[in-house]
């Protein structure tokens, strides 16, 4: 994939906000995406999942949008919190394999 | 918590030396892939196990290689170590009725000097 070296794009917003992150996806035959959390030190979290034949899905907090004709993918935390700092990827997969997206990293102040 | 468990969690080692990382997947997954992080960048995928043999691979060198063992843990070798290689290695485990969904471990910090 492209390096982006040390330079992930980032999404500054205070407490209580509505955050939303974007992936543009490169795989018109991928028909499964996953959102991970990364925290520094740590492996990729889980957050939620969506299969191609869905445009819209929610968790707890989370909701994502999935938009193919345009090969894009959102995120989005209602009333994001100081504990949702983190690098979050989108992965997608035509089988098995994740292909990951660059990353965003999320800066939540209090 | 995922229950993916990796060691060691960090390692250092020198230019040419050889290095096995260790992945015990979670309870009921039977495949396993491996993925490497360089810093700031997203992860990679080398190689994914499923029933004791390789189930696809990503784009690297041959001196990546790996094992499954019957009770679904795994390793992962590199041989002939580079400074490039300097990065996380992540193991991910998957359950029998979702192979695309992939819990991931804490990660081995790998430093080659």
């Known amino acids: 994939g492209e390096n982006v070296g040390l330079h992930l794009p980032t999404l500054s917003v205070q407490e209580g906000d509505n955050s939303i992150i974007n992936c543009a996806y490169s795989?018109?035959?991928?028909?499964?995406f996953i959102w991970y959390k990364q925290e520094s030190g740590k492996g990729p979290q889980f957050i939620i999942d969506?299969?191609?034949?869905?445009d819209k899905r929610q968790g707890q907090r989370v909701t994502v949008l999935l938009n193919k004709t345009v090969k894009h993918l959102s995120l989005q935390i209602a009333a994001t919190q100081p504990g949702d700092s983190a690098v979050y990827f989108c992965?997608?997969?035509?089988?098995?394999?994740?292909?990951f997206g660059k990353g965003t990293m999320l800066l939540v102040s209090p | 918590e995922t229950g993916v468990t990796q060691s060691p969690t960090h390692l250092i080692k020198t230019r040419g030396q050889q290095v096995t990382l260790r992945c015990s997947s979670q309870?009921?997954?039977?495949?396993v892939s491996w993925y490497q992080q360089a810093l700031g960048q997203g992860p990679q995928f080398i190689f994914q196990?499923?029933?004791?043999?390789?189930?696809g691979r990503g784009n690297f060198p041959p001196r990546f290689s790996g094992l499954q063992f019957p009770n679904y843990s795994s390793e992962l070798n590199v041989n002939a170590l580079e400074l490039d290689d300097s990065a996380l290695y992540l193991c991910?485990?998957?359950?029998?009725?979702?192979?695309?969904?992939?819990?991931f471990g804490p990660g081995t910090r790998l430093l080659v000097l």
């Open positions: 991910a485990s998957s359950p029998r009725d979702s192979q695309e969904t992939q819990y």
């Open positions: 795989n018109s035959a991928s028909d499964y």
């Open positions: 969506i299969r191609s034949n869905m």
């Open positions: 992965a997608e997969t035509g089988y098995s394999t994740l292909t």
């Open positions: 309870s009921g997954h039977n495949t």
């Open positions: 196990y499923y029933r004791e043999e390789e189930n």
